[in-house]
């Protein structure tokens, strides 16, 4: 019995899975509840894809979470295809082509020898070692000294500073008590009464250590 | 029983040139016995050749002790100077600090030097600088480094420590246990 030809729907000509296009509709339209699931795709995309399955074959390939390079695929092909000509040419594959860099790395030198310890026995050698640890040393000592030269210089002249400033200062406090003294003396003999010495003839002045008297004009 | 490598005989030198400076030529250079340094079991000796020879003859586990302990390097590559050391560094001390009778005891027992103890001390001695510490009587009772330099020294208070101690004679009675294992 010859298998019944079922009847397509009409479809609405896209593939199968992908919804119509949802033009914009006047509010008034039942259907525009249906109006913002809408969107617009970009002119020229017409591959028949989901968007869901184009971004999938971005980033998936055959072998998962794997991209094929198309043009590392065929530099290595082209390689396959020239080994194989090689080959039928009968010259030596491994010497003409020498493909395997897996066992020799490309700049990579491996030390080869025991590994063993380095004596310092001869003289020269120690010669050596003790003139760069003395010449250190000393120059260690010697930035040492300097620093502690300068230090010290500092330190002096501080407090000669300091000396300097205590000085000035005595010697404000002893002018002061004298100009003071000074003040008394001049005040002493001013209130205590007339100073008669203007009228004495400058014979009869009495001498500097005496003592001074007081002489009342009498009437 | 093996000679050093540059590096630990750079190390060991960087260490006695803080107490004896450039006479380290005087370790080295003897024309009439030569001696030599040798590392058994992380301990630095020196000995003269003669007896580096005599030694060669008894067996690595069996070997304790040959000519005069330096120090030993510690387990992180450091040098550590030990008393036994004392006498080939008060030979070529480069700065010396000498203790009054009434501070030897003090020192001897471990404590540091202060500045009621110091007789005299050599000029000019900078700071943390290593020093050979001798009693009035020119015998060497220890070593250690300096906390202050000679002139801020002679401005300290009776009680500021000059020298901290590193190694004493004292450490053979203290350390008898330790000293030589």
New interface residues.
Partial sequence: MAPKHRQKKPGNGLPRGQKPMVNARPSSDPAAANAMSSHIRPAGQKDGLTRKTRKQARTHGPLGNVRVDKKAQAVRNKAVRDAKALLKSGKNLAQEMQLNTALKPAGIVHKRGKKGKVFAEDKDTMQKLVSVVTARMDQVHATKIERAKELEAIREAKRKEIEKREQAKVDKLEQKKKDIKKAKRKGKSVDGGDDLSVFDSPSEKPAKGAKRRVRFAED | M?????DE??TV??KL??YI??N??HL??RPDDPH?FRLQKDRVYYMSEKVMRFATSVGRPELMSLGVCLGKFTKTGKFRLHVTAVDILAQYARFKVWIKPNGEMSYLYGNNVLKAHVGKMSD?I????GVVVFAMNDIPLGFGVTAK?T??ARRLDPTGIVVFRQGDIGEYLREEDTLFT
């Fill in positions: 093996r000679p050093l490598t540059e005989t750079k030198f960087e040139a803080n400076g450039r380290i030529t080295i250079d030599v000019d900078p700071e943390h600088t330099s002139t801020e």
